[in-house]
């Protein structure tokens, strides 16, 4: 175990952490909301530093990432435990499970991402499949490590995290997909146990630091109202237009048995999007062939996908090569 960061002490042995919007106040002996956090004689530490549960080369799509370094692999790696709880949890075996770890240093996670940067032309590191916010010191301790060594430090967060640790991080961050999982309170309340306000937050910060793409899982008579599609899609159009937004399939997952989403939802839901976004597509759902990218002005075939199958087809550098136009990809 190693001490945490973003705490403070209070009496009787209690501890008070800040790293994100949970607030925890944890007894002596106690856990943290997230699971990964506990009280030792009025010392937090995290119990996750240097535990993978989890490791892998992606296609940078996977995370989804479609405009940085498109048809890219990276190294990914993930820990247990999570600040939310999602009856719909896409990776609750880990997240809120007791999985099998290895431990491994901060040098030696770099160390073996280098090796795949030799190995599979990986750009890099994802910190992902559970939620990276609460795996914080070591996470921050790797970026620092793989920013000096040349590589990109890419992660997949639900965003909920106090501005503080988020202040510190993000200069070592390259890319960031943020899961908004809906846009009411309730939602966020009822159903993943925390708040959309801390989300939104994470968003607006990091949009102004590094390069960030949207996730929004479609949960059928859950968050899948045309009027609060409306809403989101607003909303990112009020920082930035060229955000990629992707919509995502829902299947019955963790606690949920709700039927999948309806094809024409997610349809529909595009199509709201596009009315005020540049950059809108559909995930875990193949069948619909939403997922190429084409220039928002003159519609010119950019990137074609395939599955995970990727080929650049109209880019010169950032920009369109048939009309010029720049395009909100980093590559």
């Known amino acids: ?92 075996e880990i997240a809120h499970g007791d999985p099998l770890t290895r431990e491994y240093s901060p040098r030696e996670l770099v160390e073996l991402a280098l090796g795949a940067m030799e190995r599979s032309r990986s750009i890099g590191i994802a910190y992902t499949y559970s939620e990276p916010m609460v795996w914080y010191e070591y996470v921050f301790d790797v970026a620092k490590l793989a920013r000096e060594k040349g590589l990109k430090n890419v992660l997949v967060t639900n965003g909920s995290v106090q501005e503080e640790p988020l202040r510190e991080l993000l200069p070592c961050v390259d890319a960031m997909n943020i899961d908004v999982k ?63 937004l992707h919509f995502s399939r829902y299947y019955p997952r963790y606690k949920f048995d709700l039927p999948p989403t309806p094809l024409k939802t997610l349809k529909k839901a595009r199509e709201i999007a596009l009315q005020k976004l540049k950059y809108v597509y559909i995930g875990n759902a193949w069948e619909l062939g939403e997922n190429e990218t084409r220039c928002p002005v003159c519609r010119n075939l950019l990137v074609d996908r395939s599955g995970y199958r990727v080929r650049i087809m109209g880019l010169r550098g950032r920009c369109c090569s048939q009309c010029g136009a720049e395009i909100g990809i980093v590559n």
């Not at 705490?7 to 800040?18: F, I, P, Q, S, T």
């Not at 799509?61 to 479609?66: A, D, H, I, M, R």
């Not at 966020?188 to 939104?200: A, M, T």
């Open 1 to 92: 175990m190693q001490e945490a960061r973003f705490y403070e002490k209070l009496d009787g042995e209690r501890v008070w952490c800040h790293l994100c919007p949970q607030n925890c106040r944890i007894r002596p002996g106690g856990l943290g909301f997230c699971g990964a956090r506990k009280n030792e004689a009025g010392v937090l530490y995290t119990l996750n530093y240097g535990h993978i549960s989890a490791w892998g080369v992606d296609p940078i799509e996977k995370k989804p990432l479609y405009h940085f370094y498109p048809g890219a692999q990276i190294f990914s790696v993930g820990t247990f435990g999570c600040n939310f709880h999602c009856g719909f949890c896409q990776n609750w």
């Open 182 to 244: 809906a846009f009411t309170g309730d939602f966020y309340r009822e159903i993943c146990h925390g708040k959309l306000d801390p989300v939104l937050r994470t968003v607006e910060a990091a949009h102004s630091r590094c390069h960030v793409e949207i996730t929004n899982l479609i949960v059928p008579t859950k968050n899948d109202g045309e009027e609060e599609i409306a809403a989101l899609v607003d909303w990112i159009a009020s920082l930035d237009p060229a955000i990629p």
